[in-house]
């Protein structure tokens, strides 16, 4: 991150299993910069840096480095918040507010949601940051769906604590390096109902973040846990956060399911939106998300990289993407995909 535009490799760059994937003498800009993140690349060595110019940095690389800070900030935050409730069984809610507050206000304005995930989206999503992932796609899934200033606000303090129950969950089971089973699944799915405790002791009065907790792996289909409860009895803060934090669960790595691609991403949540979690917070998410596509560098199936013209709005996930001086359009190419979108 602490590359700027204009800067230069020095040498050949690889990802950790060997792949190349920049070549020396590569001249850098954001897009150069997210697919180094994309590849878990965390170091590269570029040329001396001409200081005989000056470079101000452009108000897009003033406001990510804004954003990062408070995103760091705020994922301490929430460290605190956890690490209170593991000893005392709760937490200080003003410490909530005077946390998140900022970091949302950070972001309040910023309409390009897609190079925003991308931005923050990391390979090593942990239980802090995954959190915070959580409770800042629910504010913009709430903002789409017309939620007052405070009930945006209330829903993504809602998605920030969705998963405090995990504090009470044994450190072994949380950390485990295989998928659970057994008895570890179940104490493990009981993090809902911790949560609900905890939250219930921590904020008098705020029944509903509690609820949010205790229902956000609930689904329509009666599938869901703990309790089984189908689409009428689950509160709709709860179905907001259930799609984000499926979708921040599935934009990260984890056991035996590598990263995926984020159109991929969109294209399982869309299809979860059948029967599994609410058509509402889905199709929200779905159709302000593609708009910011457009203009986005791709990589395809077939090795092309490309840039996203238009989208079909009959066949939403086949845009027409301009690949040098032609056109791909996929939804007439069908055995043709998009592999990756990388920040403008």
Request: charged share 25%.
């Amino acid at each position: 991150m602490d590359l700027i535009n204009g800067d230069r490799l020095k040498s050949d760059a690889f990802n950790k299993v060997g792949l190349h994937v920049l070549p020396k003498g590569t001249i850098i800009h954001s897009e150069e910069i997210a697919l180094l993140i994309r590849q878990s690349i965390h170091h590269v060595d570029i040329e001396p840096r001409d200081h005989s110019e000056s470079r101000l940095p452009a108000e897009g690389d003033e406001f990510s480095q804004r954003l990062r800070e408070n995103f760091d900030l705020t994922i301490q935050g929430y460290q605190s918040i956890f690490l209170e409730a593991l000893t005392t069984g709760k937490f200080n809610q003003t410490m909530v507010d005077d946390k998140l507050k900022p970091f949302l206000e950070t972001i309040d304005d910023r309409k390009d949601v897609v190079s925003l995930l991308l931005m923050l989206g990391r390979d090593d999503v942990n239980l802090y940051n995954h959190s915070l992932q959580v409770g800042l796609l629910s504010y913009y899934i709430a903002s789409w769906l017309g939620y007052s200033k405070d009930e945006i606000y209330n829903i993504s303090k809602a998605g920030y604590l969705h998963d405090i129950g995990k504090s009470q969950v044994s450190q072994s089971i949380r950390n485990h390096a295989d998928e659970l089973t057994g008895e570890d699944l179940e104490e493990m799915r009981r993090h809902t109902q911790y949560g609900y405790d905890i939250i219930r002791s921590s904020m008098a009065g705020d029944d509903t973040t509690a609820l949010v907790a205790l229902q956000h792996h609930e689904l329509e289909d009666r599938t869901g846990y703990p309790l089984g409860i189908g689409k009428k009895e689950i509160h709709p803060y709860s179905q907001i956060v259930a799609v984000a934090n499926v979708y921040v669960k599935l934009t990260s790595s984890s056991i035996g399911r590598p990263k995926q691609s984020l159109i991929a991403v969109l294209r399982e949540v869309y299809g979860l939106g059948f029967g599994k979690l609410n058509e509402k917070p889905v199709q929200a998410l779905i159709h302000n998300l593609l708009p910011n596509f457009i203009g986005k560098n791709v990589l395809l199936s077939n090795g092309e990289m490309g840039t996203i013209v238009f989208n079909h709005p009959t066949d939403i996930f086949k845009p027409l993407v301009k690949v040098n001086d032609f056109f791909r359009d996929l939804s007439r190419e069908r055995d043709i995909a998009i592999e990756e979108i990388y920040l403008e």
